[in-house]
């Protein structure tokens, strides 16, 4: 195991914070899943994939090739003349849908005008008009204040 020189402290939760040149290095972006393993040398931990094409994300007919599982039909397109089919039309990607992030200032300025636009409109209302859980409009709502 390669020794990075890197130290996080663990929290009273069990929680660390991943370095950004290793999230960067390790292509991690902010919601991404990870896995963690135990092994002879010790813990272990790279970005979850799940049981799908490396390529395609298709689900059937699943091979494994070098940490990686890749579907027959990519198989046979990187057999193929043309490797750079291998994603196929039978399979199109699909990028992963990310949670967006937007900027408090925006949030409390849109929640401020909701607020002026509709006066009686309950708090679970204006969660689903910014699109976020009650417990953040509560949040947004005490720094108005």
Request: charged share 25%.
């Given at each position: 195991?390669?020794?990075?020189?890197?130290?996080?402290?663990?929290?009273?939760?069990?929680r660390?914070?991943?370095?950004?040149?290793?999230?960067?290095?390790?292509?991690?972006?902010?919601?991404?899943?990870?896995?963690?393993?135990?092994?002879?040398?010790?813990?272990?931990?790279?970005?979850?994939?799940?049981?799908?094409?490396?390529?395609?994300?298709?689900?059937?007919?699943?091979?494994?090739?070098?940490?990686?599982?890749?579907?027959?039909?990519?198989?046979?397109?990187?057999?193929?003349?043309?490797?750079?089919?291998?994603l196929?039309?039978?399979?199109?990607?699909?990028?992963k849908?990310?949670?967006?992030?937007?900027?408090?200032?925006?949030?409390?300025?849109?929640?401020?005008?909701?607020?002026?636009?509709?006066?009686?409109?309950?708090?679970?209302?204006l969660?689903?008009?910014?699109?976020?859980?009650?417990?953040?409009v509560?949040?947004?709502?005490?720094?108005?204040?």
């Open positions: 195991m390669k020794n990075t020189g890197m130290t996080r402290p663990l929290d009273h939760l069990g660390i914070v991943l370095p950004k040149e290793l999230r960067t290095s390790m292509n991690i972006n902010i919601g991404d899943a990870l896995d963690f393993f135990i092994t002879p040398e010790g813990l272990m931990i790279r970005k979850y994939t799940g049981v799908s094409c490396y390529f395609c994300g298709a689900v059937d007919h699943l091979s494994y090739f070098r940490d990686h599982l890749i579907c027959k039909s990519c198989i046979e397109n990187l057999k193929s003349d043309n490797p750079s089919s291998h196929s039309e039978e399979h199109p990607a699909q990028p849908k990310r949670r967006s992030y937007r900027n408090q200032n925006e949030l409390l300025n849109k929640l401020k005008q909701l607020m002026e636009e509709h006066p009686n409109v309950s708090q679970k209302d969660a689903e008009m910014l699109e976020l859980s009650q417990g953040r509560s949040q947004l709502k005490k720094l108005l204040l």
